[in-house]
């Protein structure tokens, strides 16, 4: 019988555990498995770095993370409610041993490529189990058993466009109905935030998919408009898409075009934009306290006391434009680094696999109005993976 290599044990660890983000994370008492699981692979990484003797490797991604928490600490000090404060600032530190862990493990492509195999497939698994337990005859938002339906239903969204990539690096077109089955339990699930941001993502992936050739170019992105009108069709007429998400967009154009919507969740969640940025402006520079929304809105609204559903709001509430901009110059060194190993790197794969990442954290950054994902597992485990490939790229180019 084969002995399993530490290797080997690593990558299955890491696969359960991208696969538990999809599964636990948003389940009552599930959500210590990804928790657990995340510590397991810490643990084996620092494991094989010790008995291989591997140097270790920081990043400037990581240092403004790290800056990020920081700022984060000392809001502590003079958060409204300390406590929370606190038990929000473990979470953050957890989450950056394991992108450290992940950016000292994942030292060649071959690694980068089992992990984005591993999002993929993890994204088909929840679709099917979506898809195997709903029930069809009540038209409500499928994926709820899950937890947040639209947490879900961005990481399936993200899930999608690393499919393309593999689709478009293979050549093999079978990988359609992959995309085809992840889109339909995307609509399914109602988020209106993961169609958004399915449709803007695929269109630049499908534009991005061609080096320097603007006729494919062009061709890519002309199927991609044909594909998102397809969907604004389907949306509209066929009634188990109408009913669940056909309806909120509808809602939602009303509200952009100024002609208003009665749907409670909309309006809501415009106040409480507004009523964020009033507390901002009172307090610009350092907010008041990580995870602190929750307080002041607790305060006037006799005890609701929710999170901003906007991380920018949240961010600029909690830590003021000092943290807010810690945190997002972060995303940004990621975007640039890959950008720039687009430019450097020969193979269209290679060349593909920068874009898929661009578009995926380039679309969380637009999509954050509307959801918070500053301490979430699964972002900062697509930041980790995107940062290091502009290394992993001159590397390969010097060999």
Known sequence: MKRITLNQLINLVLFLFILSLYLFTFQMGLNQVSNGLAVVLIGLIWLEMLLLRKKIVYNAFLFVFLLFIVICMISVFYAIDPGTAVE?????LLVFILMFSLVNYLD????IDF??????YSGLITSIYILSTSNFVILDRFGSELGNVNAIGMMIATSTIFTLYLMFKNRNYWYLLVVLTNLAVVLLTGSRKA???IGIAAVFMLF???KGNWKKKLKYLLIGIGVMLAVVYAIINVPIFYEIIGQRM????????????????????????????QWFK????????????RFLYGSLTGGNFQYAHNNVIELLVGTGITGAICFYLANLIVVKDLVKASQIISRKSGYSLCFSFVVVIGGYILISIGLVYYYDKYICLLLAMGSVIYRLTQAKEQV
């Not at 009172?282 to 929304?293: A, H, K, Q, T, V």
């Open 88 to 92: 929000k600032v473990k979470t953050l």
């Open 108 to 111: 060649n492509f071959s690694k």
């Open 115 to 120: 992990a984005v195999k591993g999002l993929i």
């Open 195 to 197: 169609l958004l941001f």
């Open 208 to 210: 991005f998919s061609e």
């Open 250 to 277: 509808i809602n939602m154009y009303n509200l952009l075009v100024g002609i208003g919507t009665t749907e409670g969740s909309i309006n809501k969640r415009s106040d409480m934009i507004l009523l964020g940025w």
């Open 282 to 293: 009172e307090r610009p520079l350092f907010g008041y306290g990580i995870d602190n929304y």
